[in-house]
């Protein structure tokens, strides 16, 4: 048994097609098999059902692929241990933020962050939430950072901040007549919403209880992609839509006027980096939770209101 057999398993789970998986680790795919095989052999076990297609890890191999991984794992930690607690911060760091959280949120720390550490170099991926959980679990991806609590074994959360979510709309009378909002005071016929993908729809579907008022007479005639897009409809049609904190910051003086924060406790959305469980590069973490930290310090409402986490 060799790491090149670990990491010829991982890659034949990961692609589910041997071709493929020994592509990715620049081999023949007769080499990648006969590796396979030659370990299958030595443990004496099946790990690849080849009868199916796409190649399927049996019950047995899921537990060796599970294995290996965490031995991969702590080989690249031990291969990092000496950079990670040097001041020589180097390397590559891959970094994925969600999309409602990425346009305000990257510009205010990455800059400084390269200038602190010029020796790193910084990867940065706007995806969902899923497709960040996928990455991490696949190490194509380092860093992420999202909407939490996820509640997920195979992640471990680093919380960063609370973020508020406010409601933005041009319905008068809720600008000129309420101070605060009650998430009761939405009209749902003419409430926005993101993309199913989204985790910000589903914490605003919890917020105004959609789950439990939904009926004939609710309808969403369309799901945007961006707040950015939610924003211009909500001009358009006069409606309501409800976004996070930091999206204020990008807003034109006549739409902040739009703005309206929500009655205590106040409805936040916690924001954290999310890791492997087995990603030990803790100085990394903190340095970049610090530099994240500090930078939306400005942005965030410091009063101190009741707040309680929207479930996602």
């Not at 370990?39 to 060796?64: A, C, H, M, Q, W």
């Not at 939405?186 to 993101?194: E, M, S, T, V, Y």
């Amino acid at each position: 048994m060799n790491i090149q057999q670990l990491q010829y398993i991982v890659a034949a789970d990961e692609h589910r097609h041997f071709q493929r998986a020994a592509e990715s680790c620049f081999v023949t795919p007769a080499t990648l098999s006969m590796m396979i095989k030659k370990l299958e052999e030595e443990l004496n076990i099946i790990i690849f059902d080849r009868s199916k297609y796409p190649i399927v890890p049996t019950d047995i191999g899921n537990s060796v692929i599970e294995k290996a991984k965490t031995v991969l794992y702590h080989i690249k930690d031990l291969e990092s241990t000496a950079k990670d607690n040097s001041n020589d911060m180097s390397g590559e760091i891959r970094i994925a933020i969600i999309p409602t959280l990425s346009p305000y949120l990257s510009h205010l720390f990455i800059p400084s962050f390269i200038e602190k550490y010029p020796n790193l170099r910084i990867k940065l991926y706007e995806w969902n939430t899923n497709q960040i959980i996928e990455a991490l679990n696949h190490d194509r991806l380092d860093i992420g950072i999202a909407a939490t609590p996820l509640n997920r074994q195979e992640l471990k959360e680093h919380p960063l901040f609370y973020e508020e979510l406010v409601a933005y709309t041009t319905d008068r009378n809720l600008t000129e007549n309420k101070e605060y909002l009650a998430p009761q005071d939405i009209n749902l016929k003419r409430l926005w919403l993101l993309e199913e993908d989204h985790c910000l729809r589903a914490q605003v579907a919890n917020l105004c209880s959609l789950k439990n008022k939904y009926g004939k007479n609710i309808q969403f005639d369309f799901e945007a992609g961006s707040i950015e897009t939610l924003l211009n409809i909500v001009n358009i049609n006069e409606g309501i839509t409800v976004i996070p904190e930091l999206a204020i910051q990008s807003l034109s003086e006549k739409r902040k006027s739009g703005i309206k924060r929500f009655v205590s406790p106040v409805p936040v959305r916690e924001i954290s980096i999310l890791t492997y469980r087995y990603f030990t590069k803790n100085k990394l973490i903190e340095l970049i939770s610090d530099e994240i930290k500090k930078a939306v310090q400005p942005y965030l409402n410091n009063m101190n209101s009741e707040k309680h986490i929207v479930e996602i």
